[in-house]
Nanobody
Framework: QVQLVESGGGLVQAGGSLRLACAASGRTFRIYAMGWFRQAPGKERDFVAAISWSGGSTNYADSVKGRFTISRDIAKNTVYLQMNSLKPEDTALYYC???????????????????WGQGTQVTVSS
């Protein structure tokens, strides 16, 4: 099993920045990629960004390209999401997820991920 714990959420004004972190523990050798997803009230959980664990390849949703940056620290088993130029529409519960397969470098679909964190709330005020 892999355990994931997110941190770094909060309340920020539009145009501001936040950095989320997700620490992985347990059988971390199984991780092939990690991703961030978000879910607003009454909406589906959407892909935000993903990173391959070994090579560092990245993939972003169009809505966050140029504003968000995903990175990882292998030594710390931690993935980060730097969020700049935040907008009210970025308000959501942000989830970290780990993919334990071996085929996709930066998967985008919720169903592809094997492990999930509890989520951290990000609220952007206008």
């Amino acid at each position: 099993q892999v355990q994931l714990v997110e941190s770094g959420g909060g309340l920020v004004q539009a145009g501001g920045s936040l950095r989320l972190a997700c620490a992985a523990s347990g059988r971390t050798f199984r991780i092939y990629a990690m991703g961030w997803f978000r879910q607003a009230p009454g909406k589906e959980r959407d892909f935000v960004a993903a990173i391959s664990w070994s090579g560092g390849s990245t993939n972003y949703a169009d809505s966050v390209k140029g504003r968000f940056t995903i990175s990882r620290d292998i030594a710390k088993n931690t993935v980060y999401l730097q969020m700049n130029s935040l907008k009210p529409e970025d308000t959501a519960l942000y989830y970290c997820a780990a993919y334990a397969g071996s085929y996709y470098n930066t998967p985008e679909k919720v169903a592809m991920y094997n492990y999930w964190g509890q989520g951290t709330q990000v609220t952007v005020s206008s």
